[in-house]
């Protein structure tokens, strides 16, 4: 379209037709590795609370049913996070958005260590989950929108291989630290870990061109960063920049259930919730499931960190075929989800084979979870990506606030495991239901349109 415009004498430049043309770059690169980041620290600050759940019990003794109060108030402070920023991330810009949010989870994350009871420690997981839930819409609208047309949703798993890394990391973490230093040494390293990377993103991070070109088509930025990606496009002092497919200007919360996207949203938000009750519950049990199983709290920590690599594995394995079918993707590893899960609760097996069960099971969980943050941004145009993903994450967050406190109570009221476990995997059975509705509209729209869809 350059090439036409320059022929013609006329400077007008369809960006989301360059984006979508354009073959892989270190701009893209670039992208991938900051995002990759992003989600490694927020996966262990999420983790860093669910691995020393039982470590913080010993040291503030209390009924289970309270940890499932301090595991439910940073899904909480997500579930306001992702509302908050995902305004912010549609209405001042992506990155703006991605800055705060890491800054405002690594902050509490650090400030956690002076907790002097459980009522602190539930305070600043609340203000934690602010960030956390604030990075991940932003981050997942990034991604799209850097990525070219036939790579959104591989962009989205490659980066979101970081949430599987930082959950293993803070399990390498708590099995090697928390036990020399106590319960809170997690909870340091992985919040000055993302000090460091809130600087490296204020110097680093770019906007995302299509959001410019939608919010801001005159900004000098915007130019600017188009001249930088797009070096051999012809791009000049007098080139107007549009987005062929989409409205230009802010959107809003009614945008979401706009024309075909009145079924779609409600259908996200639920695929979100019941997602997050089983695999944010499970993810945040873990150590106090293989605990009640005879593991010792060391071989806990390291069955949490072996099912965080584990949840890369799946994840590399869903890549390409999230790109072709979207949902549909992720019904096979539900499905094994919940064979694994209640698989967990057979008695007399080796500290090996219950290692192994949980693994897995988060692998599978974690391709899951991962691949409906991989599709969701594609449903939804640029200038409501930021707030169509934030909306979906906080009904999952709501599901991952009800899904430990519900397992606590579960756990409290002397069920057996079985039963528990039980608990943990019904709701997956609805995700997979979902999962299909939503892959049948996904394939629907991206087959007949993907230009337009995708955009």
Same mark, same amino acid.
Request: glycine fraction near 12%; hydrophobic fraction near 50%; aromatic fraction near 12%.
């Given at each position: 379209?350059?090439?036409?415009?320059?022929?013609?004498?006329?400077?007008?430049?369809?960006? %989301?037709? &360059?984006?979508?043309?354009?073959?892989?770059? &270190?701009?893209?690169?670039?992208?991938?590795? +900051?995002? &990759?980041?992003?989600?490694?620290?927020? $996966?262990?600050?999420?983790?860093?609370?669910?691995?020393?759940?039982?470590?913080?019990?010993? #040291?503030?003794?209390?009924?289970? /049913?309270?940890?499932?109060?301090?595991? #439910?108030?940073?899904?909480?402070?997500?579930?306001?996070?992702?509302?908050?920023?995902?305004?912010?991330?549609?209405?001042?810009?992506?990155?703006?958005?991605?800055?705060?949010?890491?800054?405002?989870?690594?902050?509490?994350?650090?400030?956690?260590?002076? =907790?002097?009871?459980?009522?602190?420690?539930?305070?600043?997981?609340?203000?934690?989950?602010?960030?956390?839930?604030? #990075?991940?819409?932003?981050?997942? $609208? &990034?991604?799209?929108? @850097?990525?070219?047309?036939?790579?959104?949703?591989?962009?989205?798993?490659?980066?979101?291989?970081?949430?599987?890394?930082?959950?293993?990391?803070?399990?390498?973490?708590?099995?090697?630290?928390?036990?020399?230093? *106590?319960?809170?040494?997690?909870?340091?390293?992985?919040?000055?870990? *993302?000090?460091?990377?809130?600087?490296?993103?204020?110097?680093?991070?770019?906007?995302?061109?299509?959001?410019?070109?939608?919010?801001?088509?005159?900004?000098?930025?915007?130019?600017?960063?188009?001249?930088?990606?797009? =070096?051999?496009?012809?791009?000049?002092?007098?080139?107007?920049?549009?987005?062929?497919?989409?409205?230009?200007?802010?959107?809003?919360?009614?945008?979401?259930?706009?024309?075909?996207?009145?079924?779609?949203?409600?259908?996200?938000?639920?695929?979100?919730?019941?997602? /997050?009750?089983?695999?944010?519950?499970?993810?945040?049990?873990?150590?106090?499931?293989?605990?009640?199983?005879?593991?010792?709290?060391?071989?806990?920590?390291?069955?949490?960190?072996?099912?965080?690599?584990?949840?890369?594995?799946?994840?590399?394995?869903?890549?390409?075929?999230?790109?072709?079918?979207?949902?549909?993707?992720?019904?096979?590893? @539900?499905?094994?989800?919940?064979?694994?899960?209640? /698989?967990?609760?057979?008695?007399?097996?080796?500290?090996?084979?219950?290692?192994? +069960?949980?693994?897995?099971?988060?692998?599978?969980?974690?391709?899951?979870?991962?691949?409906?943050?991989?599709?969701? #941004?594609?449903?939804?145009?640029?200038?409501?990506?930021?707030? %169509?993903?934030?909306? @979906?994450?906080?009904?999952?967050?709501?599901?991952?606030?009800?899904?430990?406190?519900?397992? *606590?109570?579960?756990? =409290? $009221?002397?069920?057996?495991?079985?039963?528990?476990?039980?608990?943990?995997?019904?709701?997956?059975?609805?995700?997979?239901?979902?999962?299909?509705?939503?892959?049948?509209?996904?394939?629907?729209?991206?087959? @007949? $349109?993907?230009?337009?869809?995708?955009?």
């Amino acid at each position: 379209m350059a090439a036409e415009a320059r022929r013609e004498g006329v400077a007008t430049v369809d960006i %989301g037709e &360059l984006l979508d043309e354009q073959k892989l770059s &270190l701009y893209h690169l670039g992208t991938i590795v +900051l995002c &990759l980041l992003i989600i490694i620290v927020d $996966a262990a600050d999420t983790g860093s609370g669910n691995v020393s759940g039982p470590a913080i019990l010993r #040291a503030f003794p209390a009924d289970r /049913s309270v940890l499932g109060w301090v595991f #439910a108030s940073a899904g909480f402070g997500v579930f306001f996070g992702s509302l908050i920023f995902g305004y912010i991330g549609d209405r001042y810009g992506r990155r703006l958005g991605v800055i705060l949010s890491v800054l405002l989870y690594s902050v509490p994350e650090l400030c956690t260590m002076f =907790s002097g009871s459980l009522e602190q420690i539930m305070m600043w997981r609340f203000l934690t989950g602010l960030g956390i839930g604030g #990075a991940i819409p932003n981050t997942i $609208a &990034l991604l799209n929108e @850097a990525a070219p047309k036939r790579f959104r949703a591989s962009f989205v798993v490659i980066a979101f291989l970081g949430y599987a890394t930082g959950t293993a990391l803070a399990g390498l973490i708590a099995a090697k630290l928390n036990g020399i230093y *106590g319960w809170y040494a997690v909870f340091v390293v992985v919040g000055a870990a *993302g000090l460091v990377l809130s600087a490296l993103l204020y110097l680093r991070l770019p906007e995302s061109i299509r959001f410019l070109t939608v919010t801001q088509p005159f900004a000098p930025r915007l130019r600017q960063q188009a001249m930088r990606v797009f =070096s051999d496009a012809g791009i000049g002092p007098a080139t107007r920049f549009i987005m062929q497919h989409e409205k230009s200007g802010k959107g809003s919360l009614r945008d979401l259930f706009a024309g075909d996207l009145k079924l779609t949203t409600p259908l996200l938000w639920l695929s979100y919730f019941f997602e /997050s009750f089983t695999y944010l519950g499970y993810t945040a049990w873990l150590t106090t499931i293989m605990e009640a199983q005879g593991l010792t709290q060391q071989q806990a920590a390291f069955a949490f960190s072996y099912a965080g690599w584990g949840g890369i594995v799946m994840l590399l394995c869903l890549a390409r075929p999230l790109d072709k079918v979207g949902p549909l993707a992720s019904v096979v590893s @539900a499905s094994l989800c919940v064979a694994m899960l209640i /698989s967990i609760g057979a008695s007399g097996l080796t500290v090996a084979a219950y290692t192994i +069960l949980a693994t897995v099971a988060h692998a599978c969980g974690s391709g899951t979870h991962n691949s409906l943050n991989s599709t969701v #941004a594609m449903f939804y145009p640029t200038r409501i990506r930021s707030n %169509g993903v934030g909306w @979906a994450t906080a009904a999952g967050r709501i599901g991952g606030a009800v899904g430990p406190l519900t397992i *606590g109570y579960v756990f =409290s $009221a002397k069920f057996s495991l079985d039963t528990v476990l039980y608990v943990v995997a019904g709701p997956y059975l609805a995700v997979i239901v979902l999962n299909i509705m939503l892959g049948l509209i996904y394939r629907r729209q991206f087959a @007949a $349109a993907p230009a337009v869809a995708g955009e």
